[in-house]
T-cell receptor, first 110, second 113 residues
Framework: GQQVQQSPASLVLQEGENAELQCNFSSTATRLQWFYQRPGGSLVSLLYNPSGTKHTGRLTSTTVTKERRSSLHISSSQTTDSGTYFCAMALMSNYNVLYFGSGTKLTVEP | EAAVTQSPRSKVAVTGGKVTLSCHQTNNHDYMYWYRQDTGHGLRLIHYSYVADSTEKGDIPDGYKASRPSQENFSLILELASLSQTAVYFC????????????FGSGTRLLVI
């Protein structure tokens, strides 16, 4: 399968600090999404961003397709942001099938 | 409300036994997927399907079979469960299209002993 690498593997912040999560992928992605998983929970889609910059609430994703990388910026972190963030990509040859990275575990302390 | 429902929520299976994990979606989505998640790791694709009565292999299909008898239902079958198949299994569905959203089920925790 495709290689999707995320960094850092884990991140600990104090409430109010900003977080920057990175995602690199081995092939040109036609589709790039960020997901969130609460501890012990299921996954929910946060952002769809195959290229450029997208915003939703306190989240900003920037994807540079040519450089095969994407980032997720979380501003003014809150304790409820704690969980694991996954980057997932799909190829043009089969853009419906997502390949996931190993995730970044974020812990926001009060 | 559109949803993906997995059953059972958790299961303990004996090595060598047969295990069937079920998934039902009410989203009217064409695509359905089975992923496994190992502790501290991401999701790896096992099988997927884009139409009833047809399944496709993902990255790690060995030891697993899949069945899509209808658009709404997608099962994952472990004919001979092994210790290495202990994991959390997630089912998901999506429409066809590059920006279609994935809807995940709550997961099935499988422990093989």
């Amino acid at each position: 399968g495709q290689q999707v690498q995320q960094s850092p593997a884990s991140l600990v912040l104090q409430e109010g600090e900003n977080a920057e999560l990175q995602c690199n992928f081995s092939s040109t992605a036609t589709r790039l999404q960020w997901f969130y998983q609460r501890p012990g929970g299921s996954l929910v889609s946060l952002l769809y961003n195959p290229s450029g910059t997208k915003h939703t609430g306190r989240l900003t994703s920037t994807t540079v397709t040519k450089e095969r990388r994407s980032s997720l910026h979380i501003s003014s972190s809150q304790t409820t942001d704690s969980g694991t963030y996954f980057c997932a990509m799909a190829l043009m040859s089969n853009y419906n099938v997502l390949y996931f990275g190993s995730g970044t575990k974020l812990t926001v302390e009060p | 409300e559109a949803a993906v429902t997995q059953s059972p929520r958790s299961k303990v299976a004996v090595t060598g036994g047969k295990v069937t994990l079920s998934c039902h979606q009410t989203n009217n989505h064409d695509y359905m997927y089975w992923y496994r998640q190992d502790t501290g790791h991401g999701l790896r694709l096992i099988h997927y399907s884009y139409v009833a009565d047809s399944t496709e292999k993902g990255d790690i299909p060995d030891g697993y079979k899949a069945s899509r008898p209808s658009q709404e239902n997608f099962s994952l079958i472990l004919e001979l469960a092994s210790l290495s198949q202990t994991a959390v299994y997630f089912c998901a569905s999506s429409e066809a299209g590059t920006n279609s959203d994935y809807t995940f089920g709550s997961g099935t925790r499988l422990l093989v002993i």
